[in-house]
């Protein structure tokens, strides 16, 4: 035989997570069984302390059997009341208390003895002190044993129990009165009255200190699980916020990709056609330049989508998993960048290109004039195709690079087609992630595009 688990060992783990689970599914399951049994253990002990009175007090020495009949079906009246009252303990704790006073009160008066109904105020001191209401637990409390307190001092059937609890016969005049006590604040050298009252005071006080531990717990256990669920909410926030952020920064390159080379493909087919007859290897030339703009415009979109499935922690089935991501086009790649626009048909002037130094920057800084010498040439491509000049100076500074791209215009002086908007702020983005600006507007006949990007010792 095997050391392994047997068959009840298995099923035991089985049934507490069944049992948690059906829980869970009936939250309001346990609260009703508590209930259930507090009503159930305090009419077991009321009955028992009422019923047997005759038994625990000697009553028979002091009332006829009729009158002790009475005082036990007056027993057993209140004992059914007060657990009845206990059923409403958590909607109307405050109300369930007073009513249990008033109980033992009458209990007090009728049979001598609380017979268990301090029991039944300390459960419902105890609801109120767990509901959270501080100065109302204490005045009840204080309000509800100040009435038992008193009542057992006040009347004489509950002196009489008390002293026959001690053994004290009411016969003895000499010893009965040293039990009772005498005078306005006998009470307090009381020992019947301490027998009868006491339990009431230890009960309440032990019921209030329980029920304010139980909230207290309650308020933390509260309070953690609203710090966790804020924490979490943060979480997710953070979460929304960064992939809105990456779904913004997945458009923008997308546009400046698929914007630029479809403007410049354009061109090229556009011009490939007008050459056809005229100009046959000006044509395919063309149609060379158109083939390796959409090859590169395919490849920018491989990488853009790659680096958005590693994202995802996962490529989607059918892609090639081994496919190497390309690095980023930088500061190198402007020179063929404006060469792709001089073929399509753009007279592009220059002037800081090749500035030593620029592709020390940081990949990111680099990108950012790329992309942004990219999208005005793609304006330019698409609005003013005509335009007898344009001019890209890339200028690196002391604390800033400085992107310029000037076109003449190709139409009425400072105005320009409309367009969808979606590439200035593009570039502003880009610029702002450095702390920069872009600046966009007419420039004599045409038009400029001046960009700001702030770096630093760190970024190169």
């Keep these: 035989m095997g050391d392994g688990p047997t068959t ?3 099923r ?4 507490t997570a069944a049992l948690r689970r059906f829980l869970v599914r009936h939250p309001g399951l346990v609260d009703r069984a508590a209930d259930a049994a507090v009503v159930v253990v305090f009419t077991g002990w009321a009955l028992l302390l009422g019923l047997g009175a005759d038994s625990m007090y000697w009553l028979h020495e002091v009332v006829d059997d009729g009158r002790l009949l009475l005082m036990q079906l007056a027993s057993l009246v209140l004992t059914l009341a007060g657990a009845v009252a206990l059923l409403w303990r958590r909607r109307r704790p405050v109300t369930v208390a007073a009513v249990m006073a008033g109980l033992g009160v009458a209990s007090l008066a009728l049979t001598g003895a609380t017979n268990g109904l301090d029991l039944g105020l300390a459960l419902a001191l105890y609801g109120v002190a767990a509901s959270g209401r501080a100065r109302a637990v204490w005045a009840v409390a204080g309000a509800g ?3 038992l307190l008193v009542a057992a001092r006040a009347f004489p059937l509950a002196l009489t129990v008390g002293a026959k609890m001690l053994g004290v016969d009411r016969s003895d005049d000499a010893a009965f009165a040293r039990t009772t006590g005498s005078g306005p604040f006998g009470f307090a050298t009381s020992a019947s009255w301490w027998v009868t009252a006491g339990p009431a005071l230890v009960l309440a006080l032990v019921a ?11 308020q933390r256990a509260a309070a953690l699980a609203e710090a966790a669920r804020a924490r979490a909410e943060e979480q997710a926030q953070r979460t929304r916020l960064a992939q809105a952020s990456e779904r913004a920064q997945i458009a923008r390159e997308m546009h400046d990709v698929v914007a630029h080379s479809i403007s410049v493909m354009v061109a090229l087919g556009g011009g490939a056609s007008a050459a056809f007859d005229v100009a046959p290897e000006r044509a395919r030339a063309a149609l060379d330049e158109l083939v390796d703009t959409g090859r590169a415009a395919l490849g920018d979109m491989r990488r853009i989508l790659g680096v958005l499935h590693e994202d995802a922690g996962a490529r989607a089935p059918g892609t090639d998993a081994g496919a190497p991501l390309e690095p980023q086009p930088g500061s190198l790649d402007l020179a063929r960048l404006v060469e792709r626009a001089r073929t399509a048909g753009l007279p592009v002037r ?5 500035v030593t130094g620029l592709e020390e920057l940081d990949p990111a800084v680099q990108l950012a004039v790329y992309r942004i010498v990219q999208e005005s040439l793609t304006n330019t491509l698409r609005h003013a195709p005509a335009t007898a000049d344009v001019h890209v100076e890339v200028r690196r500074g002391p604390d800033a690079v400085e992107v310029v791209v000037t076109d003449g215009g190709g139409g009425t002086p400072g105005v320009r087609t409309t367009g969808s908007g979606r590439g200035v702020v593009g570039m502003s983005e880009r610029a702002a992630v450095f702390g920069g600006t872009v600046e966009a507007g007419p420039h004599g006949r045409g038009w400029r595009v001046r960009a700001l990007l702030p770096w630093h010792e760190g970024d190169a």
Excluded at 12 to 15: F, G, I, T, W
Excluded at 208 to 218: F, N, P, Q
Excluded at 350 to 354: P, Q, R
């Design 208 to 218: 209030v200190g329980v029920g304010t531990l139980v909230h207290a717990r309650r």
């Design 8 to 10: 009840g060992d298995r």
């Design 12 to 15: 035991a783990p089985r049934a």
């Design 145 to 147: 044993v100040l009435a």
């Design 350 to 354: 220059t002037s800081g290109l090749a």
